[in-house]
């Protein structure tokens, strides 16, 4: 339902909030300034004092849309293809970071500018001048977390299997999580450089979750690999590749960008910045943003190599400042035409929170009573 607080509706009349607060007294209403009213008894309030209210509601899908570059229709001449996005995940120590470094070390841009890497938990990788982004999630959490809130942002999961271990608690956890958000596994076989190593055991195992190799008769793309000492990443990355082309990922970068937080933190020096994967749309310098109760204008960009960027496009992931606060991982950001509009958007959501929050603070507090009675 809609809502207005007492001080907010005052400040609309033109009143005295505690003029409104007597009034709702007289009626038998204890409130405070920030107690929310719903229409109904804004309506009453404010018939008291002579004043119509208008129920004109507020609708985020109605703003966000009013910016037909921001979520129009795309036309399907609009739709490019666009890098796959993929996350890594494994059972402990099965070598998922490892794995990473591997790939970003085979990366480096010969000649890069000092060749600093800044951790902004997702990296931008480059084969043969195709693009794949990785999401270095810190455990299945963020994107449990991410599927919690409805968004998904994985295009494809790598899980790692460490060869000399085999298939673990985590490593169920991670398939099912796959399945459940419904995204293509490739599994690599993680090291193999080792003794004990045992990769067909690891693809016996794995048939049990009707993850069946290729040779076996299956769909599933199964790579060897070693962490440590390199071997075969080219292969992986190929393989994502080829599994990319045949999930035919499109996107319209010619509207406003959009997409989710991969991870935010307040900074000392900068303020709240977060990691954003662009989903679709393009995101730029100066556009007014909104990102779950927090709003602002992108300040600066910087890629995963520490560089600043003007513009993002579809699945590039870049770290932003300018929100007025910290969003949650899994969050969703839209830019928008109007810093206005972002900062309605923002604000009704926090309004949002307040209510849930001051509802279950009372009905702890009436549970409370009644324990004591
Ligand atoms: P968590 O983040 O703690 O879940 O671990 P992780 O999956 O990120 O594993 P990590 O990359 O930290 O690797 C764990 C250990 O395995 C480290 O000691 C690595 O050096 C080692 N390791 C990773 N990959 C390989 C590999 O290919 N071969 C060998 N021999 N060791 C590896
Ligand atoms: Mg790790």
């Known amino acids: 339902s809609d809502v207005i607080t007492v001080g907010e509706l005052a400040k609309r009349m033109g009143v005295k909030a505690n003029d409104l607060i007597r009034e709702l007294m007289s009626q038998g209403n204890m409130v405070t300034i920030n107690h929310p009213l719903d229409y109904e008894t804004a309506a009453i309030l404010a018939a008291e004092f002579n004043y119509e209210v208008e129920n004109v509601g507020f609708n985020e899908e109605t703003i966000l849309n009013v910016d037909k570059a921001a979520v129009g229709e795309d036309k399907p001449e609009d739709l490019e293809p666009r890098p796959p996005v993929v996350t890594i995940m494994g059972h402990v120590d099965h070598g998922k970071t490892s794995l990473l470094d591997a790939i970003r070390a085979t990366n480096v841009i010969a000649g890069e500018a000092g060749g600093i890497t800044q951790h902004i938990g997702a990296y931008d990788v480059e084969l043969d001048g195709r693009k794949i982004a990785f999401l270095d999630t810190p455990g299945h959490e963020a994107f449990t977390a991410m599927r919690a809130r409805g968004t998904s942002v994985t295009d494809i999961v790598i899980l790692v299997v460490a060869a000399d271990d085999g298939v673990m608690p985590q490593t169920r956890e991670a398939i099912n999580h796959a399945k459940a958000a419904g995204v293509p596994i490739i599994v690599a076989v993680n090291k193999i450089d080792k003794p ?34 390199k071997t075969n990443i080219d292969g992986l990355l190929e393989m994502i590749l080829l599994q990319a082309e045949v999930l035919d990922l499109k996107a319209n970068a010619k509207k406003h960008g959009c997409g989710a937080i ?23 310098i100066g556009d007014p943003l909104v990102s ?3 709003y602002g204008r992108v300040r600066t960009m910087t890629n ?19 929100l007025s606060g910290v969003p949650d991982a899994g969050d969703t950001f839209n830019a928008l035409d109007d810093e206005k509009a972002a900062k309605e958007v923002a604000q009704h959501r ?24």
Not at 352 to 372: G, I, M, N
């Open 196 to 229: 004990g190593a045992n990769p067909e055991k690891v693809k016996q195992e794995l048939t049990e979750f009707e993850l069946v190799p290729e040779d076996w008769g299956g769909d599933t793309i199964f790579v060897e690999v070693s962490a440590k000492e």
């Open 262 to 284: 991969v991870e935010a933190r307040l900074d000392k020096g900068r303020g709240p910045v977060a990691t954003l994967l662009v989903q679709e749309g393009t995101l730029r």
């Open 350 to 373: 926090a309004q949002k929170q307040r209510e849930a929050e001051l509802a279950k603070t009372s009905k702890v507090s009436l549970d409370q009573l009644y324990a004591r009675l």
């Open 292 to 294: 779950g109760a927090h």
């Open 304 to 322: 995963d190599r520490g560089e600043q960027v003007q513009e993002a496009g579809p699945s590039t992931p870049v770290e932003v400042t300018g």
